[in-house]
């Protein structure tokens, strides 16, 4: 199956590490995080991807001249200034009837299998993939006089869940396309409609969104501790 990853916006929330790159290039071990997401698709038999480009495309393109060979490797260009949606909806010409779709910056340890089965079971225009949300603060317990009874380090909040990405979608859902943002416009619009599934996943996912991610993600590698590889480890 085809992987489309959208790739193509300005990084904001990674600023200043994204003046000069675009996000999904940003290095995990000597690496780019982008080729990292692609190798955790390859290693699971995926190997045909649409990469959604758009700031600084040029470096994603010079990228992957001569790399990589066993991939199948397509370059869109959507629009620098291009919405998520629209820049989804601009690979739709390269496109099968079924296919992955996830962020370029967001890395995870999901079974991919067991995501396309789910949908395939449910039979919605699109699944995605949602993980129970970490809290990024510590969480103080008091008691009715505020003496503090314990200290919760970054929590998981399994009460609350948030896409992370990793999307199985049809073709034809870009016939119900309502406008240019995939989680403003697109999703809610699915939902009313009763199109849009969730696979729980209860597993790894992070997001580079800082320096302090890179560095963290970097610490995995470094330590043998890359929740993203373990799928490919357990195959």
């Given at each position: 199956?085809?992987?489309?990853?959208?790739?193509?916006?300005?990084?904001?929330?990674?600023?200043?590490?994204?003046?000069d790159i675009?996000?999904?290039?940003?290095?995990?071990?000597?690496?780019?995080?982008?080729?990292?997401l692609m190798?955790?698709?390859?290693?699971?038999?995926?190997?045909?991807?649409?990469?959604?480009?758009?700031?600084?495309?040029?470096?994603?393109?010079?990228?992957?001249?001569?790399?990589?060979?066993?991939?199948?490797?397509?370059?869109?260009?959507?629009?620098?200034?291009?919405?998520?949606?629209?820049?989804?909806?601009?690979?739709?010409?390269?496109?099968?009837?079924?296919?992955?779709?996830?962020?370029?910056?967001?890395?995870?340890?999901?079974?991919?299998?067991?995501?396309?089965?789910?949908?395939?079971?449910?039979?919605?225009?699109?699944?995605?993939?949602?993980?129970?949300?970490?809290?990024?603060?510590?969480?103080?317990?008091?008691?009715?006089?505020?003496?503090?009874?314990?200290?919760?380090?970054?929590?998981?909040?399994?009460?609350?869940?948030?896409?992370?990405?990793?999307?199985?979608?049809?073709?034809?859902?870009?016939?119900?396309?309502?406008?240019?943002?995939?989680?403003?416009?697109?999703?809610?619009?699915?939902?009313?409609?009763?199109?849009?599934?969730?696979?729980?996943?209860?597993?790894f996912f992070?997001?580079?969104?800082?320096?302090?991610?890179?560095?963290?993600?970097?610490?995995?590698?470094?330590?043998?501790?890359?929740?993203?590889?373990?799928?490919?480890?357990?195959?």
């Open positions: 199956m085809q992987v489309v990853i959208l790739c193509g916006g300005k990084g904001r929330r990674a600023h200043p590490l994204t003046q675009p996000k999904p290039m940003l290095p995990i071990g000597g690496s780019p995080i982008l080729v990292h190798q955790l698709f390859a290693d699971q038999g995926h190997r045909e991807f649409v990469l959604s480009v758009g700031y600084r495309q040029e470096i994603i393109r010079d990228y992957f001249q001569g790399r990589h060979p066993d991939w199948c490797v397509d370059i869109i260009d959507t629009g620098a200034d291009a919405d998520t949606g629209e820049r989804l909806r601009g690979c739709r010409p390269l496109l099968g009837e079924t296919f992955f779709a996830t962020y370029g910056d967001g890395l995870a340890d999901v079974p991919l299998d067991a995501l396309l089965a789910f949908h395939m079971a449910h039979g919605g225009l699109m699944t995605l993939t949602s993980v129970p949300l970490t809290c990024q603060y510590g969480i103080v317990e008091a008691d009715a006089k505020g003496r503090v009874a314990s200290f919760h380090e970054k929590p998981v909040l399994r009460e609350y869940w948030i896409n992370a990405g990793f999307m199985v979608m049809e073709r034809r859902l870009f016939d119900h396309w309502p406008g240019p943002n995939l989680e403003r416009d697109v999703l809610p619009s699915l939902a009313r409609r009763e199109q849009v599934y969730t696979f729980r996943h209860d597993g992070k997001a580079l969104d800082s320096l302090k991610d890179q560095q963290e993600l970097d610490e995995m590698l470094r330590s043998n501790r890359a929740p993203w590889r373990s799928v490919r480890a357990a195959r």
